[in-house]
């Protein structure tokens, strides 16, 4: 089965507001656990990552926590734009061996 | 430049036909790597490649050929593909293997038909 997943595949919030979205890994071997956004028509682009040893991270309007206790990470949006509307899929790299593992994705849809 | 340009955008391709998927990103990157992803799924790792050598193939069938004619150029040969091949392939390229950060271009939308 897959090493990583997501809980919702649709998240709908409005403009403003945060955003928060989850995702459920298995693989605790991970080394890294990232954040990619999908826009529609477009590739995925990298958002933000965290190593397996921190429990938070910061970045431009986005804060990923990870849980280890319960395999849990989530990716935090705050005052989310419509821009923001996308998939987001959790991915994992173990380690340099491999190339990304990505997990089910969640499609957030920012309302007006 | 941060682009990983794929071409063509749409393919559309009979099982007996041959094709091949073009890549190319000029950011100095040493790794590239071919997803394939299916509607509403995310992608799956098929190949990468690490200075322009095949580092993993993920049991992807022999009717799918990537190859690498040097550090810029990715490219992925189809021949006899069925329909359930039919799906969005994205090229990707990070600084080294393993990086969490590739980028990935727009991707090729194939169609078999």
């Known amino acids: 089965g897959e090493s990583v997943g997501l809980h919702l595949p649709t998240l709908s919030v409005q403009e403003g507001d945060n955003s928060i979205i989850n995702c459920a890994y298995s693989n605790s071997a991970s080394d890294y656990f990232i954040w990619y956004k999908q826009e529609s028509g477009k590739g995925p682009q990298f958002i933000i990552d965290i190593r397996s040893n921190m429990d938070k991270r910061q970045g431009q309007r986005v804060t990923v926590l990870l849980n280890k206790t319960v395999k849990h990470l989530s990716l935090q949006i705050a005052a989310t734009q419509p821009g923001d509307s996308a998939v987001y899929f959790c991915a994992e790299n173990s380690g340099g061996a491999d190339g990304l593992t990505f997990g089910k994705g969640t499609h957030l849809i920012i309302q007006p | 430049d941060t682009e990983v340009t794929q071409t063509p955008k749409h393919l559309v391709m009979g099982m007996t036909n041959k094709k091949s998927l073009k890549c190319e990103q000029h950011m100095g990157h040493r790794a590239m790597y071919w997803y394939k992803q299916k509607a509403k799924k995310p992608p799956e790792l098929m190949f990468v490649?690490?200075?322009?050598?095949?580092?993993i193939n993920e049991s992807v069938p022999s009717r799918f050929s990537p190859e690498c004619p040097n550090s810029s150029l990715l490219n992925l040969h189809l021949h006899a593909l069925q329909p359930e091949d039919s799906a969005l392939y994205l090229c990707?390229?990070?600084?080294?293997?393993?990086?969490?950060?590739?980028?990935f271009g727009q991707g090729t939308r194939l169609t078999v038909v």
């Open positions: 990707a390229s990070s600084q080294d293997r393993g990086d969490t950060e590739a980028f």
């Open positions: 490649y690490s200075y322009e050598k095949l580092s």
